[in-house]
């Protein structure tokens, strides 16, 4: 199972992955740009490149570099994208080595059993910030 932490305001997603019995395996960002909410549908453009973060202490690795260069090659992002990703690799990297990632305040944690209502109760702040932020 997997809890996605979605911050419209910032351009990533952070999803807490688990195996089936539980077990909690690591932090998977998901660079995007700012989600665009119309409704109940939400839209977003997958930046390509991609962060783990083990839960074990091994190594943390930036995934898809090479579906990056592809889609840049192919003129597949747009050209504000490209300062959107570094900036936003650059946070990633400095909350790493500040010890404060994956959160912008050093945790992600909904109380057990209450990720629905956090997500839900959450919901409505989401959709107004989202409102008064700039869009692609």
Known sequence: PVVWFVFPHLCRDVGRFHL???TFTGWYTNLRAPLRIEGSDWYCT?????HW???DGGTAAWL????????????LLEPAHL???????TAVERALAAGT?????GTLTCPANTVSRCW???LPRRRSSLAT???W
């Open 83 to 89: 300062p959107v990703i570094a900036a936003e690799r």
């Open 46 to 50: 997958d930046l390509f490149l991609d």
């Open 120 to 122: 839900t109760s959450r």
């Open 64 to 75: 898809d570099e090479d579906e990056l260069e592809a889609a840049t090659r192919a003129g």
């Open 101 to 105: 990632w994956p959160s912008p305040g």
């Open 20 to 22: 089936a019995d539980g």
């Open 133 to 135: 932020s700039s869009t």
């Open 53 to 55: 973060l083990p839960a």
